[in-house]
C-alpha cells in the first residue's frame, strides 16, 4: 500500500488565524461585559461569547482533520483518512480518476471552506455527488468517481497519486473490499434526525435563553432589595437582593442538563422515556417563566 500526505500547511496556517481571530474577539466581548455589567447589551456579549465557543469546537475538530489527513493505495481499496473519519473506497468500484482540471465547477458545497481546506460534501457538475477531501482548489485536486460518490482528494503529489491509482486499477483487486465510512459516534446518532426530540430540547433552550434575556433585561431597574415571594393575599414576605432573581432561571438550567442528559442516556433503548424527560424540561422552563414573571411585575 502506498500512502500519500497531503499539503496541509496553507490549510493549517489560516484555520489556526482564525482560532486566533475568534479569541481576540473573544477578549473584546469579555471587556464590553464588564463594562455593560448585567444589563440585555451584557447578556448578548454573553451570548456571542457561547456561539464563539462553538465555533472554536468546530474549527478545532477541523483543524485536527486536516493534521491528521493521509491517502493510501493499493490494489483493493483507497483509504481516506481525515482525523477520526475513514473512508474505504473498494477499487473496483472506482470508474475513473482524473485531474481536477478536467472538471468543469463545484456547484454545491456544505462543510468547512478556507485558504487551504475544503472538506465537507457537495456536487461537481458533470459528475455529480462528491465528498471533498481537499487542500487547494479544484484545478489541483484529484477526482475518483464511483456509481454513486465521488471523490475530491487533495494529495501532496497528485500527478504520482494518478499515476499509482490507474496502474492499481490496471492490476485489477486481489480481494474484495466492502466500502466502510467510520466517523465518530456522536455523528451517527439517530437524535440528529429526530424532529421531535430536537423540538422539544430546543424549544427547551430557547425559552431558557429568553427568560435569561428578560431578566437581564429588566435587571438595572429593579430595586437592591426584590421581593422574592408573595404571601396568600400578595404582600411580599421574602425578600433578598435582585441578584437572587436569576436562582430561578438557575433552576430552569439545572432541569434542563438534568433532564436532558438522562434522556439522552435513555434514548436509545427508551426512547418515549426520553420524550418525556424532555417535556418535563420544557414544562420546567415553563413553570420559571411564569414564577419570574410574578416576582418582577407584582
Given amino acids: 500500500m502506498e500512502s500519500f500526505q497531503t499539503d496541509r500547511w496553507v490549510g493549517l496556517a489560516s484555520g489556526i488565524a482564525f482560532v486566533l481571530l475568534v479569541l481576540i474577539v473573544d477578549g473584546l466581548l469579555i471587556l464590553g461585559i464588564g463594562q455593560a455589567g448585567i444589563s440585555l447589551v451584557g447578556f448578548v456579549l454573553g451570548l456571542l461569547i457561547i456561539a464563539s465557543l462553538l465555533l472554536l469546537s468546530l474549527l478545532g475538530y477541523w483543524l485536527y482533520g486536516l493534521m491528521r489527513s493521509s491517502f493510501h493505495v493499493d490494489r483493493n481499496a483507497l483509504v481516506i483518512n481525515w482525523g477520526a473519519v475513514?473512508?474505504?473506497?473498494?477499487?473496483?468500484?472506482?470508474?475513473?480518476?482524473?485531474?481536477?482540471?478536467?472538471?468543469?465547477?463545484?456547484?454545491?458545497?456544505?462543510?468547512?471552506?478556507?485558504?487551504?481546506?475544503?472538506?465537507?460534501?457537495?456536487?461537481?457538475?458533470?459528475?455529480?455527488?462528491?465528498?471533498?477531501?481537499?487542500?487547494?482548489?479544484?484545478?489541483?485536486?484529484?477526482?475518483?468517481?464511483?456509481?454513486?460518490?465521488?471523490?475530491?482528494?487533495?494529495?501532496?503529489?497528485?500527478?504520482?497519486f494518478i499515476q499509482v491509482v490507474r496502474q492499481r486499477l490496471d492490476m485489477g483487486p486481489s480481494q474484495t473490499v466492502d466500502h466502510a465510512s467510520r466517523q465518530p459516534a456522536l455523528l451517527t446518532w439517530n437524535f440528529w434526525t429526530d424532529r421531535m426530540g430536537l423540538a422539544l430540547l430546543v424549544s427547551a433552550l430557547i425559552v431558557?435563553?429568553?427568560?435569561?434575556?428578560?431578566?437581564?433585561?429588566?435587571?438595572?431597574?429593579?430595586?437592591?432589595?426584590?421581593?422574592?415571594?408573595?404571601?396568600?393575599?400578595?404582600?411580599?414576605?421574602?425578600?433578598?437582593?435582585?441578584?437572587?432573581v436569576f436562582t430561578l432561571p438557575f433552576i430552569g438550567l439545572l432541569a434542563l442538563i438534568a433532564n436532558g442528559g438522562l434522556g439522552f442516556l435513555l434514548y436509545q433503548r427508551q426512547r418515549p422515556a426520553s420524550y418525556l424527560l424532555w417535556s418535563g424540561a420544557l414544562g420546567v422552563q415553563l413553570l420559571v417563566w411564569v414564577a419570574t414573571l410574578g416576582i418582577l411585575t407584582s
Fill in 208 to 244: 431558557l435563553t429568553l427568560l435569561f434575556g428578560y431578566i437581564s433585561l429588566r435587571y438595572p431597574s429593579l430595586a437592591d432589595l426584590q421581593p422574592l415571594h408573595f404571601d396568600a393575599i400578595g404582600q411580599p414576605d421574602r425578600y433578598g437582593t435582585r441578584a437572587q
Fill in 86 to 160: 475513514t473512508q474505504v473506497v473498494p477499487m473496483e468500484s472506482v470508474t475513473g480518476v482524473l485531474s481536477g482540471d478536467q472538471a468543469q465547477r463545484i456547484t454545491r458545497f456544505r462543510g468547512a471552506l478556507w485558504p487551504g481546506l475544503r472538506a465537507g460534501y457537495g456536487a461537481i457538475e458533470g459528475i455529480g455527488p462528491t465528498l471533498f477531501f481537499a487542500t487547494g482548489p479544484l484545478r489541483g485536486q484529484v477526482i475518483l468517481t464511483t456509481p454513486t460518490l465521488a471523490y475530491a482528494l487533495s494529495p501532496a503529489d497528485p500527478t504520482t
